[in-house]
């Protein structure tokens, strides 16, 4: 595994990261899923601020405080809705991995732990969003010096499984100074 981006099981509202991201949707009003459990634990102050930012586009990427969340940072984006894979999902998930990582190099936040976004009430593929997911980060890390370490944060040990698998297969053979 990359010495920069780990995989592991957890809740991500307990990450003491500079910042966790929330698959978010584009009113960034909360709602359920990983979203509705970083709003509980923010506390209402998250959504005052949230207010103000008049939504997001799928993609896209805005930060916020973090509250009373141990993560100083909450890097919030709507991810796509699954519509059958040919509808442009695979480059607006990249997408919005890739908005993260760039608004958290602008702050100078140096370990930012991401969901597994779109693949719960979106119900895009777990291996298919594995992949984007991994592939995307791996090219950032590739060509940024930060953040100085990522963490997918799974919520079941069977996803995590998946995330590993996809890491392995993709990434494996890559020469150990390349990564
Ligand atoms: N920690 C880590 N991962 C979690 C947690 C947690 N505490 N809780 C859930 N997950 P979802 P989406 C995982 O549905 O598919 C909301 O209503 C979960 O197992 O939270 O992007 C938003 O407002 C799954 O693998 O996000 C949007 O309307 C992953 O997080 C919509 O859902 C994403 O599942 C976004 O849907």
């Given at each position: 595994m990359n010495s920069r981006l780990e995989i592991l099981v957890g809740d991500i509202t307990q990450s003491d990261s500079d910042a966790i991201v929330n698959a978010a949707n584009?009113?960034?009003?909360g709602g359920s899923g990983v979203d509705g459990a970083i709003h509980r634990a923010a506390g209402p102050e998250l959504l005052e601020e949230c207010r103000k930012l008049h939504g997001c586009e799928r993609g896209q990427a805005k930060l916020t405080r973090g509250y009373?969340?141990?993560?100083?940072y909450v890097l919030h984006t709507p991810g796509p809705i699954w519509r059958?894979?040919?509808?442009?999902e695979a480059e607006t998930l990249a997408s919005c991995y890739r908005s993260c990582l760039e608004l958290a190099a602008e702050h100078g936040l140096e370990t930012v732990d991401f969901p597994s976004?779109?693949?719960?009430?979106?119900?895009?593929p777990l291996a298919q969003a594995a992949t984007v997911a991994l592939r995307t980060i791996m090219a950032f890390l590739d060509t940024h010096s930060l953040p100085r370490r990522v963490r997918?944060?799974?919520?079941s040990e069977e996803a995590a499984q998946v995330y590993r698998q996809t890491y392995n297969m993709w990434?494996?053979?890559?020469k150990p100074d390349r990564l």
């Open positions: 584009p009113t960034l009003l009373h969340l141990k993560a100083r059958g894979g040919d509808k442009g976004i779109s693949t719960g009430v979106y119900g895009y997918m944060v799974c919520h990434f494996a053979g890559e």
